[in-house]
C-alpha cells in the first residue's frame, strides 16, 4: 500500500529514505548504487526498498470520486 | 541459446495481444456472439406459436437486448452498474424485448394484426462485454463507477454476487470416433458420433459383431438395426449401392457380405414391386414394426419416416431430402470401422484435442435460453388457450410472463444448476487475488466423473501444448480433469459453415451429391466440421491454397484444415470450441515476422490484428497443427519448417508463468506453487473499499518479487502483487528440524509482516409480519424481550447499527433488530 | 572488563569488548534489544480518518516511528505512581491534523506535533499516509515507555550484533605466495605486498575459513581472540547509540543484582 515503516526483518527504518530512493533510481542510478549510498547494506532492508509497490495510488482513484460526491 | 535480448523481443506481439483479446478475450467474444447471434437463432427456431385457438397464431420476430437496468420497488427504473448490482444484491441484467405479431386466420384470408415489442424476461449480463455499460469506458469513467480498471470482467452478477460460468471440456459434436472394443463385450469394433443439432445431441453407434454383421442404434429406435436394411430404408435400394457408398476396396467389399445378406429377407425381386411393396417400404417397415408396435401399416411407415429425419444423425438435416446424404455419412463410417477391422486404420485418440470442443459461457446461455424460450412459450401457449375457452379475445400482451425467462436464467446462474443434469457450471469468483480470479475465468472443466480413473482422460497429453498449461491442475480426486487454458490459447466462437464450403467447392473439391456417394479410393475425402462434402484429387494442394486464402484474409481466419496423409482425408474446420493458438509463418525457411513489423508492434503502430490479417501471424487448431513443423526459436527454422512459436513459454498457464525458472525443477513442484499461487493473499481489486464480498482478505504491505518472469508484466501481476518476500533461514540441525513449519519472528510480525485485514459481511433486514408486526433497526431498549446486557450494545449508534471501525468482541451486537 | 570504541556515528557504535565470555556479550545483547525502554506510540484516537488506510493501518504505522526518548524524564507506566492510567509524568500526546486541499498531499512524521518538544520522531520524513483532494486527518496519539519485549516497536535499537575478533596469522615459512587466498577472500583482508602476504582489516573477516580451504600449503590459520567481542550497535534514532550500551550495561547490572539477592535470601 505505502512504504512500511521499518524493515520487517532488522527494524531498521526504511520509510524515510523511499522518496530519495525512487527518485534516484527513476533518474537512471542502479539500484544496487543507490541503497548502497543510502546506507542499507542488509539484504532484508534492501528488498524492502525495491520489492515495494506503491499500491495507495490505485485505492486513492477511487476516494477522490468519493470525496466529490460527499461534498 | 539466444541472448536475453533475443529472447524478449517477441513479447510485445503477445503483449499486443492481450491488449486486444484481454485475459478472458475468449468468454467474452463468446457472449457478444450469444447476443448478436445466438439469441436470434434461438428465436428463430421457434418461430411461430400455435396455440390451439382456432385461427390464431403468433409469429416470433426480432428480439432485442436493452442495456443493463433495474427496476425500484416505486416502479422507477435506471440504469445499473455493475457495483450497484454487488452492493445491493442486484442481478446485473438487461431487459429482452421481443416482436410478436399476431396473425388471425379466417378462411382463407390471413390479417396480420400490429405488430408488439414485448418484454419477455432479463437476460443476465456478462461484465465488460459489448452489452455491458462498461463497455468501451475509459479508466477514469470505469474508476467513476467503483469498477478497477484491472478488473477482466467475463463474469455476471446473479443477486450481488460474481458468477463464473466455468468452461466444459466436451467430446467434439458431429465427429465419427472409432474404437476397438474390450474383449468382454459383444461386438469387436464400434464406430460413434455424437450428432448435436441445436442442443440436441443423438448418438449414432455402428457396432461390428464378432459374425462380422454391422449393427445401428440411434435414439427412440429400440434396439439394434441391422445396417443394411436402414440403408435401405434410407433410399439406398440395392446392394450395389450400398457397396458402392462405403467402399470401392475389395477386402472391405468382402466384409459386408455377411450384412447385406442379413437383408435379403426385406429384399423385393425387380419387377415384382408394386404401390405396396418395395425394398425401401419393406426397409422402413422394419423400422416401423419397432417405433409403432401394433399400428397401422400406414402410420408404421409415416412413422418411421419421420424418426429417420428427426433422430437419425440430425446434424446433417432434418428434412427428407436429408436421407441419402444420411446414408453417405452411414457409408464413411462403416468404412472407417471396416478399416479399422482390417488394420488399414487406428484407433481414434479419444484425448487429441482435436476431438474435443470446449464450451464457453455464450454455448452454455444457449442451451439454457433455449429451454427457457421453450416454457416460455409453452407458458403462453397455455395462458392464450385460456383466455379462449373462456371465450375472450386472446391478447398476446397480457399472456407473456417475463417471469418465466428471468428465473429460468437467473436460478441456473445463481445455483450451478444447468439444463441437463450438469452441476457447478457457475461458480463464485475466486478473489483472493488478482491471480486466482483470473486463472478461474480460464478453467476448464471434464465432465468425466471423478470417482473413477480415467487415466487416459487426466493425462498430459501432446496435443496440450500451448492449449492447455501443463503443471495447473489441482491435486487429488480432480487431477487432470480440472485443466487452465494456456497464456496464448484462445477458443473459437465458430464461423459460417456455407461461406466455407463455397470456398472449398472453388477450390475443386468434387461434391458428394453430385457423385452420389460414390467415393473412390485414390481421391483424398473432404470433410467439414465432421461431414463429408466431397473428394479431392490433390489434398496437399487443396490445403495450401485454402491456408493461402486465410493469411490472404479471403475466408475468415478461424478456418483450419488439415490433410491426413495415412488415411487420406482432409479435415476442414470452422466450428466454436476449438483451442487454437497463435504461431508465425515460416515462408521458404524465413520467419515473416520481421525486426520491422517487431518495431511497429512494440510501438503500437500495429495491433495484433494487423498481423493477423496481414498473415504473418496464424492461428492454428489441434488438428492443423498435426501438419505443422514449429520451430522453438528462429535459430531452428530449418528447410521443411512451417511455423515459429512466439514465445515458447506461452505455453503455460496464467498461474504457472508466475514460476521462476520452472524448468529446472522437478515437475510437481510448479503443479503445487501453480495451485498455491492462487491461495496468497494480496490485493484481489482496487475497489475493495466498495465491495461487499462475504468473505474478502486484503493484504496491506504486497511486494513484488525480486526475481520476476516476463510474463508477469504482461500479465499485470506488479500492479494487483500478492504475497512478500519474506527471509527465511533454514536450520536442519542434528534433528532440530521441523519439516512444512516455519517459526516466525514475534518483532517481524509487529513491524508489519504479513499483516492483512479479513472482511465479512453480516446482514439484516427491517421485515414487515402479517398481522402488524414490523422489524426496527434501533438500540433497543431495556424492556425487549431478549435484552442482553447493555454492555453488548455499546457500540451501536443511533440507527442501531454498529459504528464504523470501532472494536467489537465476541458477544457484541452488530445490529439492533427489535 | 575493557571496551575499545571503534567507530562512532550518529546512529552507530562499534566497539570491541574484551575480558568477557560470551554469555555476558549476549545478555548485553538481549538487554539492549529487550529490556532498554523506549518511546514509542502506543494508544491512537482516531477523531476522523478519511483516508484510505484502515485506522489499524496507521496507528501501527505511528507506532513504528522512533520517537526521540529522554530516559530521565520519563516512567514506564508500571512504576509510575499514576499505575499506569497514563499521567504526564509517563506519558506523552502527540497530535496529527492534515487536510489535503485540490492536490493530494503526503503525511510525513514531522506532521506531528508533539507536547514535549524533547519527544519528537526520530526522523520527519517518514511517509505515514497519502491523502487524497479533501481528505483529512485527525489523530491524538499518546506515547509511552515499553520494552522491546512487549512489542518491537520500543526497541531503541534496529540491530545489535557481535561477533569474535578475528586473529589471522600467515606462516610465513609455508607461504607459497600463490596468490589463490587474495582471490578468495570475500572480506579482501588478505593482500600480496612485495614477497610477503599481508593482512588487512582483518576485523572485517567474518571467519568464512575459505583461505584455509583454498591454501594447499596450510600457511593460514584464522582463529579468534578468546573472550572478546566485536560489537555493533545500531540505534533507530530513538536513543544516541553510546547511551544504549552504558544504560544497557547499567540494567544489566541491576538486574544481576536482584539475581543475587534473590539467590542469597534463599
Not at chain 2, 530449418?638 to 524448468?663: C, D, K, M, N
Request: aromatic content about 6%; charged content about 25%.
Amino acid at each position: 500500500m505505502i512504504i512500511p515503516v521499518r524493515c520487517f526483518t532488522c527494524g531498521k527504518v526504511i520509510a524515510d529514505k523511499y522518496e530519495q530512493f525512487k527518485r534516484e533510481v527513476r533518474q537512471g542510478d542502479d539500484p544496487a548504487v543507490v541503497l548502497d549510498r543510502l546506507g542499507y547494506n542488509r539484504y532484508c532492508c534492501r528488498r524492502m526498498l525495491l520489492s515495494h509497490i506503491d499500491i495507495i495510488d490505485n485505492f486513492m482513484a477511487f476516494a477522490t470520486t468519493e470525496g466529490v460526491e460527499q461534498r | 541459446m539466444s541472448s536475453l535480448s533475443e529472447r524478449q523481443k517477441y513479447w510485445p506481439v503477445i503483449e499486443s495481444y492481450f491488449a486486444e483479446k484481454g485475459l478472458v478475450g475468449q468468454h467474452l467474444d463468446s457472449f457478444n456472439r450469444f447476443v448478436r447471434e445466438e439469441l436470434q437463432q434461438v428465436v428463430d427456431s421457434v418461430g411461430r406459436l400455435n396455440p390451439k385457438v382456432e385461427g390464431y397464431f403468433v409469429d416470433l420476430g426480432e428480439i432485442t437486448v436493452m442495456p443493463p437496468s433495474v427496476r425500484e420497488a416505486d416502479g422507477s427504473e435506471h440504469p445499473l452498474y455493475p457495483n450497484e448490482a454487488r452492493i445491493r444484491n442486484l442481478t446485473y441484467a438487461s431487459k429482452l424485448f421481443l416482436d410478436m405479431t399476431p396473425v388471425r386466420q379466417e378462411g382463407s384470408v390471413t390479417t396480420r394484426l400490429e405488430t408488439m415489442r414485448i418484454y419477455v424476461g432479463d437476460l443476465p449480463i456478462m461484465l465488460r462485454s459489448e452489452t455491458c455499460l462498461l463497455h468501451g469506458m475509459s479508466e477514469e469513467d470505469l474508476i467513476k463507477h467503483g469498477e478497477d480498471p484491472n478488473d477482466p470482467g467475463g463474469y455476471f452478477i446473479i443477486n450481488g454476487s460474481e458468477r463464473v460460468l466455468v468452461t466444459q471440456e466436451d467430446l467434439a459434436p458431429n465427429r465419427i470416433l472409432i474404437e476397438e472394443a474390450s474383449k468382454s463385450s459383444s461386438y469387436t469394433h464400434i464406430a460413434k458420433v455424437f450428432s448435436t443439432s441445436r442442443g440436441f445431441r443423438a448418438p449414432v453407434t455402428i457396432e461390428r459383431k464378432r459374425t462380422g454383421e454391422l449393427r445401428v442404434s440411434f435414439p427412440s429406435v429400440p434396439g439394434k438395426i441391422p445396417l443394411a436394411i436402414l440403408m435401405k430404408a434410407l433410399g439406398l435400394e440395392s446392394d450395389r449401392d450400398i457397396a458402392e457408398v462405403i467402399s470401392d476396396d475389395d477386402e472391405i467389399r468382402n466384409e459386408l457380405i455377411v450384412t447385406i445378406e442379413q437383408a435379403t429377407p426385406i429384399n423385393v425381386m425387380r419387377g415384382e414391386e408394386d404401390e405396396e411393396t418395395s425394398t425401401r417400404n419393406n426397409a422402413l417397415d422394419f423400422i416401423g414394426k419397432r417405433v409403432a408396435v401394433g399400428q397401422t401399416k400406414e402410420y408404421r411407415l409415416a412413422r418411421a419416416e419421420k424418426v429417420l429425419d428427426r433422430y437419425l444423425l440430425p446434424h446433417i438435416g432434418t428434412e427428407e431430402h436429408h436421407r441419402l446424404q444420411k446414408a453417405y455419412y452411414l457409408g464413411q463410417m462403416v468404412e472407417r470401422l471396416l478399416e479399422l477391422v482390417l488394420g488399414k486404420r487406428t484407433q481414434d485418440d479419444k484425448d487429441h484435442y482435436a476431438n474435443k470442443r470446449l464450451k464457453l459461457s455464450g454455448d452454455l446461455l444457449m442451451s439454457l435460453f433455449r429451454v427457457a424460450l421453450y416454457s416460455l412459450t409453452r407458458d403462453i401457449k397455455y395462458q392464450l388457450e385460456r383466455t379462449a375457452v373462456r371465450g375472450r379475445k386472446p391478447n398476446i400482451r397480457t399472456a407473456v410472463r417475463a417471469d418465466v425467462i428471468t428465473q429460468r436464467l437467473k436460478h441456473a446462474l445463481a445455483t450451478g444448476n444447468w439444463v441437463g443434469g450438469k452441476a457447478g457450471v457457475s461458480q463464485l469468483l475466486d478473489r483472493t487475488n488478482y491471480i486466482s480470479s483470473l486463472s478461474h475465468l480460464r478453467r476448464v472443466v471434464s465432465p468425466l466423473s471423478r470417482s473413477q480413473p480415467h487415466f487416459e482422460a487426466r493425462d498430459l497429453h501432446s496435443t496440450h501444448w500451448g492449449k492447455i498449461c501443463p503443471n495447473e491442475t489441482p491435486e487429488g480426486p480432480n487431477c487432470g480433469l480440472v485443466k487452465n487454458i494456456a497464456m496464448m490459447a484462445y477458443i473459437s466462437v465458430g464461423t459460417g459453415e456455407d461461406a466455407v464450403e463455397r470456398a472449398l467447392y472453388k477450390a475443386e473439391v468434387e461434391s458428394i451429391e453430385k457423385l452420389r456417394g460414390k467415393r473412390g479410393a485414390k481421391w483424398a475425402d473432404v470433410f467439414l466440421n465432421g461431414r463429408l462434402v466431397g473428394i479431392h484429387p490433390a489434398p496437399q494442394v487443396l490445403a495450401k491454397t485454402i491456408r493461402q486464402k486465410r493469411r490472404a484474409g479471403e475466408i475468415n481466419e478461424e478456418v483450419n484444415i488439415a490433410y491426413y496423409e495415412d488415411t487420406n482425408e482432409v479435415q476442414v474446420n470452422c466450428d466454436a470450441g476449438r483451442v487454437r493458438r497463435p504461431v508465425i509463418v515460416v515462408e521458404n525457411g524465413k520467419s515473416r515476422l520481421t525486426d520491422e513489423h517487431l518495431r511497429m508492434v512494440a510501438d503500437g503502430e500495429w495491433t495484433f490484428t494487423d498481423l493477423l490479417r496481414n498473415g504473418i501471424v496464424e492461428f492454428v487448431d489441434a488438428e492443423e497443427e498435426e501438419n505443422t513443423l514449429i520451430a522453438m526459436t528462429p535459430d531452428d527454422i530449418g528447410p521443411r519448417t512451417t511455423h515459429l512459436e512466439i514465445v515458447p513459454s506461452t505455453i503455460l498457464g496464467i498461474s504457472a508463468a508466475l514460476i521462476p525458472f520452472p524448468e529446472r525443477n522437478q515437475s510437481p513442484r510448479n503443479v503445487y506453487m501453480a495451485g498455491m499461487a492462487k491461495q496468497s493473499v494480496g490485493v484481489p481489486a482496487a475497489n475493495f473499499k466498495f465491495r461487499a464480498d462475504t468473505r474478502s482478505h486484503f493484504f496491506h504491505y504486497p511486494q513484488i518479487p525480486i526475481v520476476k518472469t516476463r510474463a508477469m508484466d504482461s500479465i499485470g501481476f506488479e500492479e494487483r502483487p500478492a504475497g512478500q518476500n519474506f527471509v527465511v533461514g533454514i536450520l536442519s540441525f542434528e534433528g532440530y528440524n521441523i519439516e512444512d513449519a516455519l517459526i516466525m519472528n514475534k518483532a517481524s510480525i509487529e513491524r508489519g509482516l504479513g499483516r492483512s485485514t479479513f472482511a465479512r459481511v453480516y446482514e439484516s433486514e427491517e421485515r414487515k409480519y402479517p398481522g402488524g408486526q414490523e422489524d426496527r433497526f434501533e438500540v433497543p431498549d431495556r424492556s425487549v424481550r431478549g435484552y442482553r446486557a447493555s454492555e453488548s450494545y455499546r457500540n451501536l449508534g443511533e440507527d442501531g447499527i454498529i459504528e464504523t471501525e470501532v472494536e467489537v468482541q465476541g458477544g457484541d451486537v452488530l445490529i439492533g433488530r427489535t | 572488563m575493557e571496551i575499545t570504541i571503534l567507530e562512532k556515528t550518529e546512529h552507530n557504535i562499534k566497539f570491541i569488548l574484551e575480558g568477557m565470555d560470551v554469555a555476558f556479550a549476549n545478555a548485553l545483547r538481549r538487554t539492549m534489544l529487550t529490556r532498554l525502554p523506549a518511546m514509542a506510540i502506543d494508544e491512537v484516537l482516531v477523531i476522523e480518518n478519511t483516508s484510505v488506510m484502515y485506522d489499524e493501518m496507521l496507528a501501527h504505522r505511528l507506532g513504528l516511528v522512533p520517537l526521540t526518548t529522554i530516559l530521565e524524564d520519563y516512567n514506564l507506566p508500571d512504576k509510575c505512581d499514576c499505575e499506569g492510567k497514563g499521567c504526564s509524568l509517563c506519558q506523552c500526546t502527540l497530535t496529527l491534523e492534515k487536510e489535503a486541499g485540490d492536490e493530494e498531499i503526503m503525511v510525513f512524521s514531522r506532521d506531528l506535533s508533539s507536547q514535549d518538544p524533547k519527544v519528537v520522531p526520530a526522523s520527519g520524513d517518514i511517509p505515514l499516509v497519502k491523502l487524497a483532494p479533501h481528505q483529512r486527518i485527525i489523530i491524538e496519539a499518546y506515547a509511552r515507555l515499553g520494552r522491546g519485549v512487549e512489542n518491537a516497536k520500543f526497541q531503541p535499537v534496529a540491530t545489535v550484533a557481535y561477533k569474535y575478533v578475528p586473529l589471522v596469522t600467515v606462516d610465513k615459512s609455508k607461504c607459497t605466495l600463490c596468490g589463490d587466498c587474495v582471490e578468495v577472500c570475500p572480506k579482501k583482508i588478505l593482500r600480496l605486498n612485495g614477497n610477503t602476504l599481508a593482512t588487512q582489516n582483518t576485523l572485517d573477516c567474518s571467519l568464512c575459513e575459505a583461505c584455509v580451504e583454498e591454501c594447499e600449503a596450510g600457511a593460514i590459520t584464522i582463529d579468534s581472540k578468546p573472550d572478546s567481542f566485536l560489537f555493533k550497535v545500531e540505534s533507530t534514532g530513538s536513543l544516541p547509540p553510546e547511551e544504549i550500551v552504558v544504560k544497557s550495561a547499567e540494567l544489566l547490572k541491576e538486574r544481576v543484582q536482584v539475581a543475587l539477592d534473590f539467590a542469597n535470601s534463599l
